[in-house]
Nanobody, 124 residues
Framework: QVQLVESGGGSVQAGGSLRLSCAAS????????MAWFRQAPGKEREGVAA????????YYADSVKGRFTISQDNAKNTVYLQMNSLKPEDTAMYYC?????????????????WGQGTQVTVSS
């Protein structure tokens, strides 16, 4: 049974930092893409960043480039999202996704597994 467990969300002021973690179990971690998505109230779920866990290639949404960094710890089957210079518009529920089965890491419908989400709130 595949499980993705996110942690690390919280409330910060604008300009602050948070690091999200996504621990994967029951999943062939080393062979596919894992990604972070976010969804704000009333908005669609959007891709934030992705990492291909085999080769380490990373991809980012334009809105977070230069501020967010996705990384992995293969020994712990864990993917991280370091978020710096946070803005109020980064406020959302953040979700971890795994096992991409279609082209385009930014499409939520392409992933087979999802975590339960962790809330990030950035105040101005």
């Amino acid at each position: 049974q595949v499980q993705l467990v996110e942690s690390g969300g919280g409330s910060v002021q604008a300009g602050g930092s948070l690091r999200l973690s996504c621990a994967a179990s029951g999943y062939t971690y080393s062979s596919n893409c894992m990604a972070w998505f976010r969804q704000a109230p009333g908005k669609e779920r959007e891709g934030v960043a992705a990492i291909y866990t085999g080769g380490g290639s990373t991809y980012y949404a334009d809105s977070v480039k230069g501020r967010f960094t996705i990384s992995q710890d293969n020994a712990k089957n864990t993917v991280y999202l370091q978020m710096n210079s946070l803005k109020p518009e980064d406020t959302a529920m953040y979700y971890c996704a795994a096992d991409l089965r279609s082209d385009g890491w930014w499409f939520p419908s392409g992933y087979n597994y999802w975590g339960q989400g962790t809330q990030v709130t950035v105040s101005s």
